[in-house]
Every structure is written in C-alpha cells, then in structure tokens.
C-alpha cells in the first residue's frame, strides 16, 4: 500500500482505525506480531487498568485479520504498518464464561488435534511443521463463576504452556496482575507487554476521537447545544478526555450519562466532569438529584451477577436485600438514575436452562415477546468493580444475596426456581463463604449446570467439602463431558452417591420429580473384573446342585426340570469374572467360558438384588434359558465407556449409561437388572421403565453392531 494515496485522511496522514479510532503505535506493533516482521516477539501480551480499551484493541485488530472484515474498512487509507497481511484468520477462543479446560479443547477442536487429555495439546503443537497463531480475548471474563478466578488458572494452566510452545505464536488480552507473570516466564525477547496505560501506548488522541464522535449526533447523539456546535463539541470531547485520565470506561459512562440526561449540566464547568468511573456515578446521581448511595444500592446486583446477567424480576428483591430496607420507592423512580449504566437484552428460552419442567413452563422467569426472558447487567465489569468496592462489607451483601434467591425458590422446588438461582446460587454462596453449608441438597446437585457448580466446589480446599459435595465433584467430569439433560444428571448422581455409601442422597432423587431410569441396587469397588453375568443359584440340595428351571447349569448343556413340589425359588446372582487369588474367589475347571488361559476362571458370585457376596460354588450357577431370555423385555448395546438398554420389540432407549472409565463387562438379567462393570467397580442397576407388552414381530435387518444381549456365558462372551 502506498502512504500517498489520495485518500489517505489530512491532518495525520492516514485514517485511524474505524472501530478503535486511533491507538497507532498499538496496532503497529500486532500487525508487525501477524506478518512475524524480525525482531518482532512471538508472545504479545496487551494489559491496562479495567476500562483501558484492550478489549476494543484486539476485537479493532481481529477486524482486520478476517477477511469478511477486511473489505469493510477503508485498508487503503489507514496507515499500511497497522495493516496486518492478508493471511488465514488466527484462531480466536472466546474465553468469556468458559473454563480453563473448555477454552484448550476449543483449541484443539480449532486445529483439529488427536490428543485426548489436556496435557496432551501442547506437545502436538509443538511437533506441527508450520507455527500457529492464536488470539485470547478477554481472559478476564473467564470462567463461569466470579469468585473462582479462572482467569488466573487460564494463565497459568493454557497461556503459559502455549507461549512456552515454540510454534505457538500467541496474542492474548490479560488484566495487570496476571501479565507479568504469563511475559515474565520466557526468555528475554519472545514476549512483550503492550500496557495501554503506558504513556508510550496510551494515544489520549485517540480518547479525544472516541469522545467527540460519541457526542456526534452523525453518530446517534442526542442534538442539545453542546452537541450541534462542531466546536463545542470538540472543546467538551477534549475536557472530558483530559479528565478521564486515559480511561476510555470512564469517558463512555460519562457521555452516556449526559446524552440521557443533559439537564443541569454546563459544558464549561469542569466540576462536572468526571476523573473516574466512580465520579461518574456520584455526578450523574447529583445532577438528578439523588443520592449517590443510592444509586449504587441500585446497581449492586447487578454488580454481583453471575453468567449472562440477573433476570429482571430478581433485581428488585435482590436490591432490598443488599440495602436492608425498603427500596419499592427507590426502584420506581430509578430508571433514568440507573440507564447509563445498565443495558438488558433478551435470552431465548433455550439458553434459560434446562428444558426441565420449571424451565419448559416458565416458571420464574419473565417472558419477553419472542417467548424469553430480560436480563440485566452492567455496562462493563470494571463498573462492577467500582460498585462492588464501594460496599462496606462485600460478604455480608453476597450472603444477603444467597438468602434472597434461596427464599425465591417455589417450596424450596429445583424444578420450579428461576434457571439463574440453579445456576448460580452456588457461585454467590461461594463469594459469601458460605458454599459447604449449601452442599447437601441433591436436588441442587441434579438441576444445577455442572460447569458452573463444579467450578464452584473446585474452588473450595477439599477438607472443608462434606462427603455429598465430595461424590458430586467426583462425578462432575462426567456430568459436562457427556452434557446430559437434568434426569440423567440425577441418574448418574444416584449412582455415585450409593457407590461411595451415601444411599439416603440416593434415595432422596428418588423423592423429587425425576423419572430416573434406574434404581442403582449395590455397588462394590472392585478392581480387575473382566466380565459378569447374571444367573441364579438353587436354595435348596445341600451341594447346591438341585436343578433350576430358569436356565442350564454352568458347564452343563442341559435344561434341568420342574424343581419339586415345596423347593424355593432360585437366587438370582450376578458372578464377576476376576483374577485368580481374588480374596474369596473361586476357581471353576474346565467351563466352557474360560478366560483365564490356565484351565479355569475366577469367580466371585454376588446377590443380584441386593449388597452382598454369596458363599456359593459358582459352579452351580444357572444361566437364563433361551426361552427366559427369548420373554426379557429389555436387550442392551455396549460401547467402550457406554451403554444403551432398548425395549426388545421396538428401538426405543430407556436408559443411556456413561462411564468415567472404559466399562469391562456388562450383562442384564431377564428381569431387567443391568450389572456393569469399570475399572472402579461393579454397579447393579434396576431399569424402572415399564416394560412394553411382548408381541409377535418379525425381527428387522441389521445394519451395524450387533446389540449385546444378555451374556452367553461366565466369562461374558457371546453366546
């Protein structure tokens, strides 16, 4: 590009950027970072005080690495140095609301890599041919819960081994505190710190700029004296950027605060121009006539919100919870008090939650004309800082805040409260101390979005988590990988909590709303275990060796007849497969299902129905007849670490099992009693879907894997 081309603008010499208005030297330094210019560091890390303008530099800058972007602005006048070359968009991850480990799989999902853990991603980047560029906006709007300062564990944790990773060309957006760190942790030359508070990177030109055009009614002011006059106009954008110091948050609140409510204000009286975001508040507050507490009163919910906003019917009985006192009165009158600081937007109904019963009918939520909800929030997070600073005490307002949404919950019903109060009641409970004393409820556990609740409980030590809190945060991982709907969640943590010896939680889900798909009956951590079948064991013959017509007797390829008239009903068991020396196993010779390679097979046999092993010969176990299994209503299909059990006569799934841990053998009893094991343990199941009434079909062709019907043998084969 020519740097005479007509076109270029006069008194500089080249247009500034249309989105970022200026910050030359900035965008002369990225676009040097892009086209890997020599000398130019391979790690730029772009830092500043909340309200800076770092966000609207690296968005400014992405503008012009995308192409759609790129033939929207005016490239040919603006200076060719901040012009970053015509190459592939960078990768891009939007770390806002995500966790440290979701934003590194959207890099790996990004440039498509094979690893399977997290540690993994890095080395594979290493070893590419070609470098790869990254930019991470915003790191500090990272993670779904406040309090749990995940923008540092994003630094620590994905930045720093990224920067560290030689062809990994890294740009990223990072709050003060945490920018040295990630710079200070390479070699001299590789990294370099952009502080746009610097006065080398701070470009007050560039404030005058974004001021004056703010105040421009060409640009959707409001036409008052001190707008229509181009040079007054230009004399207040000057004043104001001179007193706001370099900070483009304070300029925006300020002009926004004078467009909406010009009365009482005098362009020439620099009183009345603010020096910081809090100045802000209190002069607008002033000119209206209010106080400036209360005006902060007002906001503080909404500086204390969690995710997308706070639901506009949550705000007022949050407001006078925090204010200790009644604000009905204040909240009428706030509107024009609050506006230059707040913005709303509608959130469909399929991002409210969960489409559970309290969602789907909407139930605490404030419908909108498209069928969803209002939030509210603040205009930037560092307003929320302000506000938030400003409170005496800020653990007693977030405890105050916690009660309120607690007291908000229809009955005390999961089901029923707002999907903000699930999501993130934790995430205040947290700030106000108070999270291991909330941790006890399993409807909460179950309704609650895993990603926020488990970032919640990860930010709490260990030793201070009672045991439900414990199994949750074992099970979490589960939870988000497999991103299943509420019931199943409520499946998976009925599981857990009687697997780790806490069977009134589990039986508490049981109580609530949920129609879980399983009675989980015992569980044993066991290790080792290679296969399990179902079966059962005669009660009566001494030797155990009385016939049972429920099935053959392992080993044997007969179908043994009617038991005698007064014998009781055979017991129905499972047997685990498991290495010879097992403690309390048995070894059974000779069977037609031997796995052990050396003549005979470790068996440990266990009542199906309910905990405990069984001291029987395993030998002298039946399996279910073909007949049995012929009538079983449910048949199940096996993945690596999942499973699905169907009706038999039609392809409806009435439960879909996933495991944290690759499953070794699964079987299921006629009676619908699914036994699976992992590398944890065995787990026993009782499927509660009605079973479908049996009849008469023509079994259809199939076109993938084999379903996994009930096994053929000790060992787990097929039959």
Known sequence: ???????????????????????????????????????????????????????????????MCDRGFRKRLPLGDMDPATVPPDLPPPAAPNPSGRTADQLLWLIADHFGLSADRGAGIFPELAAREEPVTIVVPDVDRAGPVRAADEPARLVRDVLKPLAATETVQLL??????????????????????????????????????????ALDPEAGA????????????????????????????????????????????????????????????????????????TLRLLLAPLAFAEGDGLPVQLWGPLTQAVAGRDMSQDLADGMLLTAPFVQSFLQPVEQAGDADEGAASGAGTSAGASGGRTLMRLQHPGLAEE?????????????????????????????????????????????????????????LFAHADPVAMRAAIEAVPLDQLGAPARTYLRTAPLLTRSQVPVGMRAAFLETAFVEDGLAPYAEALHTLSFALPWRTLWSVPLTGVRAVTTGSLPQEGGDGTAPDTDGTRAGADREGPAPA???????????????????????????????????????LVHDLLRPGYVDADPAHMRLPSEEAKASAAFRFSQGADSLRVWTRTGQE???????????????????????????????????????????????????GAADSDTSGGLGGGPS
Request: proline share 10%; aromatic share 4%; charged share 20%.
């Open 1 to 63: 590009m020519s740097a005479s081309d007509e076109g270029n603008a006069a008194a500089a010499g080249y247009a500034p950027h249309p989105y970022v208005g200026g910050r030359t030297a900035a965008l002369r330094a990225l676009a040097a970072w892009r086209m890997r210019w020599p000398g130019a560091p391979r790690v730029i890390v772009v830092t500043g005080n909340p309200g800076s303008g770092r966000s609207r530099l690296v968005t400014g800058f992405l503008m």
């Open 172 to 213: 990223a957006d990072v709050p003060r505190e945490l920018a040295a760190e990630l710079a200070g942790a390479l070699p001299t030359g590789q990294a370099q710190i952009i502080d746009l508070d610097a006065p080398e990177w701070a470009d007050p030109q560039s404030l005058v700029l974004q001021a004056e055009t």
């Open 222 to 293: 409001t036409e008052l004296p001190f707008t229509t006059d181009p040079a007054v106009r230009r004399e207040l954008a000057e004043a104001l950027a001179r007193r706001a110091d370099g900070n483009r948050l304070t300029l925006q609140l300020a002009v926004q605060s004078l467009l909406l409510q010009p009365e009482g204000f005098d362009p020439a009286d620099a009183s009345l121009l603010p020096g910081s975001v809090g100045e802000t508040l209190d002069l607008h507050a002033r000119r209206l006539g209010a106080d400036p507490q």
């Open 387 to 443: 506000i938030r600073s400003g409170l005496p005490d800020v653990r007693d307002a977030q405890t105050k805040i916690a009660m309120a949404l607690l007291e908000a919950v229809p009955e005390q019903d999961w089901s029923r409260a707002d999907p903000y109060i699930r999501d993130h009641l934790a995430a205040h409970t947290l700030d106000a101390g108070l999270l291991p004393q909330l941790l006890t409820d399993p409807g």
């Open 565 to 603: 008239s007064g014998t009781a009903a055979p017991r129905p068991v499972a047997a685990f497969t498991v290495p010879e020396g097992t403690p309390g196993s048995r070894t059974v010779p000779g069977t037609d299902c031997d796995v052990s390679g050396g003549g005979g097979t470790a068996l």
């Open 653 to 703: 799934v009435v439960a879909a099992l996933h495991s944290d841990s690759p499953l070794t053998g699964a079987d299921l009893s006629p009676d619908g009693v699914l036994v699976v094991a992992t590398a944890r343990g065995v787990t026993a199941r009782q499927i509660l879907a009605p079973a479908p009434p049996l009849t008469p079909t023509v079994p259809a062709q199939r076109t």
